[in-house]
C-alpha cells in the first residue's frame, strides 16, 4: 500500500508586488495553517517517508513549517523547480517516479495542478471528503489518498480512495 500526502502551500503575501510569484513568501494566516496541519499529522501518527517540494518560496516554507512542527527534520526533502506551476501530468509523472522503497510520500505544491491531480486519482472514499475536494483545494490543505499498489509507478485515475482531506480552517 502507498500513501500520498497531497498538501498546498499556505495562503502566500502579496505584500511586495516587485517580487517575482516564485519569490512570494508564506503570510500569517499560511504560517498558521502550516502549523495547524503539521501537529494535525503528527497527532493522527504519520509516517511521511519523503517530501517532494516545489522551489516556489511559500511552498518550501510550508514544507519546512509543517515538519518543524511535526518533529521530523530526518524526513528526506527533495526541492524540486519541476513541480512549480507545472500542470496535474508532470505531478503525476514525477510521482510515479518516486522510489518504491517509500511507502507515504508528501508533494508540496501549487493549484490549479494539485486540485486537477487529488481529483483524477481519486475514485473512492468517504462522501463528505470527496464532496469537500470536488469543490475546491484550499490554500493549506493537505489530502491524504491511499493506494492498494506496491510501486508508485502504479498509480493511475481513480486507482486512490481518499483517506482524509483536511482543511486548515476547520482545525482552528
Given at each position: ?50 517530501v517532494?517540494?516545489?522551489t516556489?518560496?511559500?511552498a ?68 463528505r ?14 489530502a491524504v ?5 506496491a510501486?508508485w ?10 483517506a ?9
Amino acid at each position: 500500500m502507498k500513501t500520498l500526502y497531497l498538501m498546498r502551500h499556505g495562503k502566500s503575501a502579496w505584500d511586495d508586488p516587485s517580487l517575482d510569484d516564485h519569490d512570494r513568501p508564506l503570510a500569517p494566516r499560511g504560517r498558521k495553517a502550516a502549523r495547524l496541519v503539521g501537529h494535525e499529522l503528527k497527532d493522527r501518527g504519520a509516517r511521511i517517508g519523503l517530501v517532494l517540494c516545489s522551489t516556489a518560496r511559500r511552498a518550501a516554507d510550508t514544507a519546512d513549517r509543517l515538519l518543524e512542527v511535526m518533529d521530523a527534520p530526518d524526513i528526506p526533502m527533495e526541492r524540486e523547480r519541476g513541480l512549480y506551476l507545472c500542470g496535474a501530468r508532470a505531478l503525476l509523472e514525477r510521482l510515479r517516479d518516486a522510489p518504491d522503497s517509500v511507502s507515504s510520500l508528501m508533494l508540496v505544491a501549487h493549484n490549479p495542478d494539485l486540485h486537477d491531480l487529488a481529483r483524477e486519482l481519486t475514485g473512492s472514499g468517504e462522501e463528505r471528503h470527496r464532496a469537500a475536494l470536488a469543490e475546491k483545494f484550499p490554500t493549506g490543505a493537505c489530502a491524504v489518498i491511499l493506494f492498494e499498489a506496491a510501486r508508485w509507478a502504479d498509480l493511475d485515475s481513480g486507482a486512490g480512495r481518499l483517506a482524509d482531506f483536511i482543511l486548515p480552517r476547520k482545525l482552528s
